[in-house]
């Protein structure tokens, strides 16, 4: 089974905060995917990578930056967090890009306040 | 307009019953199309692809009508274990600016009543 998993399942930071959301997964996957996922406006995909160290935007790259050292890692950057931030954060990871199924971990819900 | 819309609900309906979710898309170019899944407060997962001659799994059917470039997923005697938000995704079609990425619809909220 494909396990995608995520540092925290619930994150609590202030504006201004940098913050750090990990994602690991266990299958070998060439890209991983970070998205926000908000009521109303659907997933939204945020960055992805489709090798080490490559790294493409997204629809909604502002205020984030990506970091993938390695092949099972992908982390997501909050540089200065703000409270449009606040958000349901997925990662997923798919074995090849344009492959139909992603795995997702289990998200994590930040809240900026 | 959205790449991908879809009636966000709630569906509420009673056990046993049969119901319909459409789901339609801007790009005639698309070629690809899925239903996924997400429980409450869980990850979505794929549910099933949808095929050009449509194709069934189980209790649940899925259509592709491209003239009119929509989608839909009919779930036949209704579970209260069908009860979740279902996603309707498009790959992103080969040249565009989304090749190899999915694009997610908002979803529709199933909730399924004893």
């Known amino acids: 089974d494909v396990k995608v998993t995520q540092s925290s399942r619930y994150l609590v930071k202030r504006t201004g905060e940098k913050v750090f959301l990990e994602c690991v997964q266990d299958?070998?996957?060439?890209?991983m995917f970070w998205y926000r996922q908000d009521p109303g406006l659907g997933l939204r995909l945020i960055y992805f990578?489709?090798?080490?160290?490559?790294?493409e935007k997204g629809d909604i790259p502002e205020g984030y930056s990506v970091s993938r050292e390695k092949k099972e890692r992908f982390s997501l950057i909050l540089e200065s967090a703000s409270t449009n931030q606040t958000s349901m954060y997925l990662c997923?990871?798919?074995?090849?890009?344009?492959?139909?199924?992603?795995?997702f971990g289990p998200g994590t819900r930040l809240t900026v306040t | 307009r959205k790449e991908v819309e879809q009636d966000p609900g709630p569906f509420n309906v009673p056990e046993g019953a049969t119901v319909a979710f459409n789901c339609t898309y801007s790009?005639?170019?698309?070629?690809?199309f899925f239903w996924y899944r997400q429980d409450c407060r869980k990850e979505p997962k794929l549910l099933m692809s949808?095929?050009?001659s449509g194709n069934e799994d189980g209790r649940f059917t899925a259509q592709l009508n491209r003239a009119s470039q929509y989608i839909s997923l009919l779930i036949r005697d209704s579970k209260l274990s069908d009860s979740a938000t279902y996603l309707c995704?498009?790959?992103?079609?080969?040249?565009?600016?989304?090749?190899?990425?999915?694009?997610f619809g908002q979803g529709t909220t199933l909730q399924v009543k004893p």
């Open positions: 995704v498009v790959k992103g079609s080969p040249g565009s600016s989304n090749t190899g990425k999915l694009i």
């Open positions: 990578s489709y090798d080490v160290k490559m790294k």
């Open positions: 299958m070998d996957h060439e890209n």
């Open positions: 997923a990871s798919s074995r090849r890009l344009g492959a139909h199924e992603q795995y």
């Open positions: 790009n005639s170019a698309s070629q690809s």
């Open positions: 949808v095929y050009s």
